[in-house]
């Protein structure tokens, strides 16, 4: 793909010229140069992150011991401490008008708990440390996106997005494989994988703090009596019907861990290569993420959004599916990266603009911690189902619950794509 880099990050939309002049002369769109740079910080970080969480459901089902229904929980957990202060990131966000150093607040959040890892030991001091790089993913989400939702024409908004889950994407692709090499290259040098997942992190926060221009952004208005928290601008029947929509299909969504895991007990392949699992979903979610993203512009976010947990519906059948050990790996996968293509960052991209500019990063993070709460309760209750009938039929039962919500939920978005933004 042709990236062509222009200097951005100014919050106020762009002028007509100025939307023009974010074409090539032959026609392809540019992307700012502000998304790049978060990109490669994403790139870095996620490197970080997923050299060591890769591993994490086979050492706690398998090291630990632990059951189906712990992992549950634990799951659930890991996913739902980012979403208890990734509102509170959005906000202070759009309050402070420096979406920037409330991410690198997030970014160097992670840092310190890279630092723990290094020093960290048992399965309580690991499961808080984990828990404190959650918070500070939550912390840094809504500002970053609400900074390339800022920075991107509006008629590009689901590219930029593409472009930038691309290159995090990248980093979930290498995390696993540099984890993997070294314990290849170095058997049991675990503190090693930490002292480069530490060295990733550091890198990305100082990317951040040095090449990513601070333009501070009009703040919200201030709180009033009868809105003490600032929230009446996402009040609008557009949010409201599109976090309605995303927790539903949320709370059907469940956990990668559980389809890597029911893979494994199928058989097939050995449980040393578990953590590539993570990569080929990566890898799926790599290729699709620009042209879905670039597709979501043109036919619909909240639509592509919805449609693309039919990957998911797909992806629950393909472990069930007599293909073989590798036809149903591959299949299966490639099938999760096209669902996290067509909605993680697209759910951003529609979020984004549905709500006032000065309202972004906190309609970004309201979308974002729906979903993600809705995914929690799905990771404990999965957990529960998984062990009580078992992990093919508690599959089957999840995907024909996902597709029969489908329509309903393209009726109710329909309209989004076209409504306008709150002034």
């Known amino acids: 793909m042709y990236l062509a880099l222009r200097d951005g990050g100014a919050a106020a939309p762009p002028t007509a010229a100025a939307a023009g002049a974010t074409r090539t002369p032959h026609g392809r769109r540019r992307v700012p140069r502000v998304v790049v740079t978060l990109g490669l910080v994403s790139l870095l970080t996620d490197i970080s992150s997923e050299s060591v969480a890769a591993v994490l459901p086979l050492y706690l089902t398998l090291g630990l011991g632990l059951s189906t229904v712990a992992y549950g929980l634990v799951d659930a957990l ?13 906000w202070g966000a759009d309050r402070t008008g420096r979406p920037k150093w409330v991410a690198f607040l997030g970014y160097a959040t992670s840092c310190v708990a890279r630092v723990g890892l290094l ?76 002292v480069a997942s530490l060295g990733c992190a550091l890198l990305g926060l100082a990317l951040l703090g040095l090449f990513v221009e601070d333009r501070p952004r009009a703040t919200a208005p201030a709180p009033t009596a009868d809105d003490p928290g600032g929230w009446r601008e996402l009040r609008t029947p557009a949010m409201r019907r599109l976090l309605l929509v995303a927790g539903l299909l949320g709370v059907l969504t469940i956990g990668d861990g559980f389809l890597y895991l029911a893979l494994l007990d199928r058989g097939g392949f050995a449980v040393h290569w578990f953590p590539l699992l993570y990569v080929g979903t990566s890898l799926a979610y790599l290729v699709l993420a620009v042209p879905l993203g670039a597709l979501a512009d043109r036919w619909g976010r909240a639509r592509t959004m919805v449609t693309g947990h039919g990957a998911l519906v797909a992806a629950y059948g393909a472990t069930t599916l007599p293909l073989g050990a ?10 999760l990266g096209a669902f996290y293509a067509a909605t993680d960052g697209v759910l951003a991209a529609a979020a984004g603009r549905i709500v006032a500019p000065r309202s972004r990063a906190r309609g970004i993070a309201a979308a ?56």
């Open 78 to 90: 890991y996913q739902g401490v980012g979403a208890l202060v990734r509102v509170a990131g959005g």
């Open 368 to 423: 974002q911690t729906v979903v993600a709460v809705s995914r929690m309760a799905a990771s404990a209750g999965f957990g529960v189902l998984w062990f009580w009938i078992g992990p093919g039929s508690a599959l089957l039962l999840a995907a024909a619950v996902l597709a029969a919500v489908l329509v309903p939920s393209l009726l109710a978005v329909r309209r989004l794509d076209t409504a306008p933004a709150a002034a």
């Open 119 to 194: 020093v960290a030991t048992g399965a309580g001091a690991v499961a808080a440390v984990v828990a404190l790089d959650r918070v500070g993913k939550g912390i840094r989400t809504a500002p970053r996106d609400a900074m390339i939702s800022a920075a991107a024409p509006p008629d590009g908004v689901g590219l930029a997005f593409g472009v930038h889950r691309a290159l995090d994407t990248t980093g979930a692709v290498l995390g696993p494989l540099v984890a993997f090499l070294l314990l290849w290259w170095i058997p049991g040098g675990y503190l090693t994988v930490m």
């Open 326 to 335: 590798v036809g149903t790996t591959v299949l299966t996968v490639v099938l």
